[in-house]
């Protein structure tokens, strides 16, 4: 019988602590999403380059999780795109300097701009009280279709990712 009892407190107890850690989550919403991630839209960049005789598609997906002080935002832009060979580099830059002008025009820092081995771009930056990452990988071919449509086109696939981590007690956040 003192197991029994022994065993229904440590219940009421785990049950009791899991209660309180939950109750000091921090819920997703847009009141923790950065003015970047609510603002950044890359379709006005790729519609430019999508020709209306070619055949395209793109989407976006959106995630978030929280813990007790934190909340994670992603996001994910996935384009499958028929594209003139010598536009492929350009709407890779496109892209690049739509995050960039996007991140300067809501007030956030960059705090690093690097090349990705094999071509594309990751940008990380802090906005409010989060912090992030932009990662442009080079566009991707779809190599049996691009052979089909001939020597000047190519099916690419391109993705490009928002990481963001909001931190309600984050300090040096409101120095920015």
């Given at each position: 019988m003192p197991a029994l009892a022994l065993a229904t407190t440590l219940w009421a107890a785990q049950f009791v602590f899991e209660a309180w850690v939950n109750s000091r989550r921090v819920d997703p919403g847009r009141q923790n999403e950065s003015a970047?991630?609510?603002?950044?839209?890359?379709?006005?960049?790729?519609?430019?380059?999508?020709?209306?005789?070619?055949?395209?598609?793109?989407?976006?997906?959106?995630?978030s999780s929280s813990d007790e002080h934190y909340v994670h935002h992603s996001a994910a832009l996935d384009a499958n795109l028929i594209i003139q060979n010598s536009r492929e580099v350009e709407l890779l830059d496109a892209l690049k300097d739509d995050v960039t002008l996007t991140l300067k025009h809501v007030g956030a820092r960059v705090t690093r701009a690097t090349d990705i081995p094999g071509g594309g771009y990751e940008i990380g930056y802090e906005n409010g009280n989060s912090e992030g990452t932009i990662m442009l990988p080079a566009p991707q071919n779809q190599n049996g279709v691009s052979l089909a449509l001939g020597p000047e086109w190519s099916a690419i696939t391109v993705k490009l990712t928002v990481k963001e981590k909001?931190?309600?007690?984050?300090?040096?956040?409101?120095?920015?």
């Open positions: 970047f991630y609510r603002a950044y839209d890359p379709d006005r960049i790729i519609s430019k380059y999508v020709l209306p005789d070619k055949p395209s598609t793109w989407g976006t997906s959106e995630q909001y931190n309600e007690w984050c300090l040096r956040c409101s120095a920015h």
